[in-house]
């Protein structure tokens, strides 16, 4: 969770009070800001300008004006003079807050609303970009628009052709190869365009068909249908590249791309259908329901008192576990009796969030973060966990990161952290953890407003950043694929996806504006489970979810990186009653902390593809509220940690849960 948040939030909601002054002042009635709406371009500013008014309708020129950026503040900011800088794309929500220098008055405020738009189409992307096609064939196409960095656009693409009479194109990227030929096809949006050449061919197709003809399988489970067009001699024409289609039979959903592979969410029968010019296949899937459904046993609990939890880390051992809080300390815990946890020391750090806690692999040593500090020195204390019951604090490393730590990921002696204040992650070397040392930086290349850097995962050799309004990003820190170290890290992937098209009903919710990023990503196999947090932008007392933040949402996408080249989601899983926040991945199962809706447990086994809740494929869910919660019954799980057969959960209201998956029930038949 993104606390430093926190504070901005409450910085414009409920400004300091003023020093009182002797006499009672005249109270301002309101304060104007102009331009109370503009729209600018990433990387543009506009300078606000703000007066206060008394109830008389004359101007107070004495009163001091503060300027915050509030709700998407990620995507942007405001310095003191009023000037704003666009950073990403979305909703700037900016409070000028009004009050009398010396005096007990009650500060005024208002907003102007700041959208921040994508600078202009630099490049379109076709998908499918056939180069060969058979005469008398046809495929939709879709063109999308992206600025140079990256940036989604929505602007109309048309369409043309260089030869008509050899392909066509409609206005709606509908392509049919007419004659054999060459020409041209060109999709155009604003001043940029992409072009290719379109090769038509005799078109000798005989017969088609479509394998496997018949099949069974469960709702989730993906077939991948082989197309096959031969001639009169049965030899296969090569760029035979049908347009497919499915259809149910009576009631079910089911999806089918431009490739061939077919998924289902619901159960039922199925045609497929694969069209070549005049000729057609079908085949028929049987789909049953996934029924996996298993029981949860909470093995064990243990509240927290005073301040809520935050993230949680199991020792090597399995024996000792450690939470850290929002507030300024991580707690120690026996769990080697899961039934009985209980608290065995606590490292109290100056700090008003403590959100990350992790040991390096042997448990000897670790950090924990600091945001908030009183001295404002944040950054990183390095622990010794020699003694696991009793951790003690032995360094600290502050110098290039006083601005704050949120998370860290130790990996082969390095800490690898997000900056606060850069938004760049930092590379600190804690081989000998009592003389801690940076050795690398890294940032992404946009402008500086709005660059923030929430999360980092680190294996074999990559780093996976979750890096909010820049997406999912990889580095070789090791692996060698791109020649990287921890002392160089290199890049090897970017993917960026629109949040702001994605939770436009959270900014229903909320009001203008809602804070949103990528937050969190673990990669699996040749996936990465990328998680958003979203909150709407303002939130009536805070609401039942998150502190200070109320009620989160928030999709957990799969990105196929098997190509790195081409990056791209093919599935998702989004709660429909919280948010995603941390996950954890052993084998086949993946554990979600959901905020206020618990702990989620999912089956990522086989191939994935489309929406993971509808198809069924959630193992258990576990709500975590409890009365006694600093929130009455109010669930607010923060993520899962899976450790030798147990699922440890920390709540945010609620402290650390103990839960145990139990195996599948056979089936009586």
């Known amino acids: 969770m993104s606390l430093p948040l926190v504070y901005a939030l409450l910085a414009w909601q409920q400004p300091a009070p003023l020093p009182t ?55 942007g900011g405001v310095d003191s003079t009023g000037l704003v800088s666009a950073g990403s794309t979305g909703t700037l929500n900016v409070a000028a807050v009004a009050g009398l220098a010396g005096r007990a008055v009650k500060s005024t405020v208002a907003f102007a609303r700041i959208t921040v738009l994508p600078r202009p189409a630099a490049a379109i992307v076709v998908m499918p970009r056939p180069e060969r096609m058979l005469a008398g064939t046809s495929l939709v196409l879709a063109g999308v628009p992206y600025a140079a960095n990256g940036d989604r656009r929505y602007d109309h693409v048309t369409w043309k ?46 017969r088609v068909s479509l394998a496997p003809a018949d099949t069974a399988i469960r709702c989730g489970d993906v077939v991948r249908f082989v197309f096959l067009a031969t001639d009169a001699g049965r030899r296969t024409v090569a760029d035979a590249d049908p347009e497919w289609a499915v259809s149910p039979v009576g009631d079910g959903y089911a999806a089918v791309d431009g490739t061939g592979v077919f998924v289902a969410d619901q159960p039922g029968t199925y045609r497929v259908i694969a069209t070549l010019g005049a000729r057609a296949a079908e085949a028929f899937v049987q789909v049953a329901p996934r029924n996996i459904t298993r029981q949860v046993t909470i093995v064990g609990r243990l509240p927290l008192k005073g301040l809520p939890g935050a993230e949680l880390w199991v020792h090597p051992d399995g024996k000792h576990a450690y939470m850290s809080t929002i507030g300024d300390r991580i707690y120690a815990i026996d769990i080697a009796d899961p039934a009985k946890p209980f608290f065995t020391d606590s490292v109290v750090v100056d700090a008003r969030v403590v959100n990350d806690v992790m040991t390096t692999e042997d448990g000897k040593y670790g950090v924990l973060t600091r945001e908030g500090a009183s001295t404002r020195k ?52 804690i081989r000998d953890p009592y003389h801690p040392k940076q050795v690398a930086r890294w940032q992404v290349e946009r402008p500086e407003a709005g660059r923030t850097l929430h999360d980092i995962d680190v294996r074999d ?71 958003d947090e979203v909150f709407p932008a303002r939130q009536q007392g805070g609401g039942p979810g998150v502190i200070g933040l109320g009620r989160a949402y928030g999709r957990l996408h799969v990105i196929d990186i098997a190509d790195l080249t081409a990056p791209h989601e093919v599935a998702w899983f989004e709660p429909e009653d919280g948010g995603s926040h941390n996950v954890w991945i052993t084998g086949d199962t993946l554990y979600m902390g959901d905020y206020q809706g618990g702990l989620r447990v999912l089956d990522i086994s086989g191939e994935l ?56 029930q056979p089936v009586i038949p």
């Open 609 to 664: 593809k489309g929406d993971l809740l509808a198809q069924g494929r959630e193992y258990a869910h576990v709500h975590t509220g409890d009365a006694a919660g600093f929130v009455a019954n109010g669930a607010n799980a923060w993520g899962a940690i899976y450790s030798r057969g147990l699922v440890y959960v920390p709540d945010i209201n609620s402290g650390l849960w103990v839960v145990k998956i139990e195996p599948p």
């Open 161 to 206: 052709s260089s030869r008509p009479g050899v392909v066509e194109v409609t206005a709606i990227g509908r392509l049919t190869a007419r004659a054999p030929g060459r020409a041209a096809v060109t999709a155009l949006a604003g001043k940029t365009s992409a072009s290719w050449t379109v090769v038509v061919t005799r078109n000798a197709v005989a």
């Open 378 to 429: 944040n950054g990183i204390v390095i622990l010794s966990f020699e003694d696991p019951a009793h951790p003690k604090a032995i360094a600290e490393f502050t110098e290039t990161v006083t601005g704050g730590v949120h998370s860290t990921y130790v990996y082969q002696g390095r800490v690898y952290l997000t900056d606060d204040a850069t938004g760049s992650m930092r590379v600190i070397d």
């Open 21 to 75: 002054a002797p006499s009672v002042p005249q109270p301002i009635a309101r304060v104007d800001v102009k331009p109370a709406e503009y729209a600018l371009e990433v990387g543009d500013t506009v300078r606000l300008h703000a007066v206060a008014y008394d109830s008389s309708g004359r101007a107070m020129p004495e009163a001091v004006i503060r300027w915050f950026a509030s709700g998407g503040r990620f995507e």
């Open 461 to 531: 050799g990559l780093a996976t950043l979750s890096y909010w309004n820049d997406g999912l990003v990889i580095l070789d820190v090791g692996n060698g694929m791109k020649g990287g170290s921890p002392e160089n890290p290199r890049l090897v992937l970017q993917y960026k996806y629109d949040l702001n098209e994605l939770y436009k009903k959270v900014e229903l919710a909320g009001g203008p504006g809602f804070i949103r990023g990528t937050h969190t990503s673990w990669r699996h196999r040749h996936y990465v489970f990328v998680g």
